[in-house]
């Protein structure tokens, strides 16, 4: 069977592999931006990852662009940004589309496991949340209104599993 940590992904030093170094880690995969109103929750991303990292846990952030153009930068400034503003210590994978023909397999298996309001398959916007278990499989979505602070007790419940 297939799991999310098997899907290609592209890191930001540009190699092709997969989130097979996090196979057995519940993980909060999250479509980031440098330039958005969402753009705030790294802090609280951080907090989580700081918090969870000893017991098993990862936030993993994915560039996006397509949302109002409110990820410009390429990955060496989106990653001293991050850096330099939140303290980011979590993975910061290359930027990537979230929707359309072009969209990351990471993205089409997560939004096709766990689709938005009404059924949609596409995702609305920046910071838009996927929870993942231990066994790799998506257990819930997150809008991007929700903060991160609010998904704890969730991550804690898959910690404990």
């Given at each position: 069977m297939t799991t999310i940590t098997d899907l290609p992904v592209t890191r930001a030093?540009?190699?092709?592999?997969?989130?097979?170094?996090?196979?057995?880690?519940?993980?909060?995969?999250?479509?980031?931006?440098?330039?958005?109103?969402?753009?705030p929750q790294y802090e609280g991303l951080e907090a989580l990852q700081r918090r969870y990292a000893d017991r098993g846990f990862s936030v993993l952030g994915f560039p996006c662009n397509?949302?109002?153009?409110?990820?410009?930068g390429d990955a060496a400034e989106i990653a001293s940004f991050c850096s330099l503003t939140y303290d980011v210590t979590f993975p910061l994978y290359a930027k990537i589309d979230v929707n359309g023909e072009n969209a990351a397999p990471l993205f089409r298996a997560l939004s096709a496991e766990a689709p938005g309001l009404l059924g949609s398959k596409s995702i609305k916007w920046n910071f838009t949340k996927f929870l993942v278990n231990r066994s790799g499989q998506v257990v819930e979505r997150y809008a991007p209104t929700t903060k991160p602070e609010a998904l704890a007790a969730d991550i804690e419940r898959l910690l404990d599993a």
């Open positions: 030093d540009g190699s092709v592999g997969t989130l097979a170094d996090h196979a057995g880690k519940v993980l909060l995969i999250v479509n980031v931006a440098s330039k958005c109103g969402f753009t397509q949302f109002g153009a409110q990820e410009p």
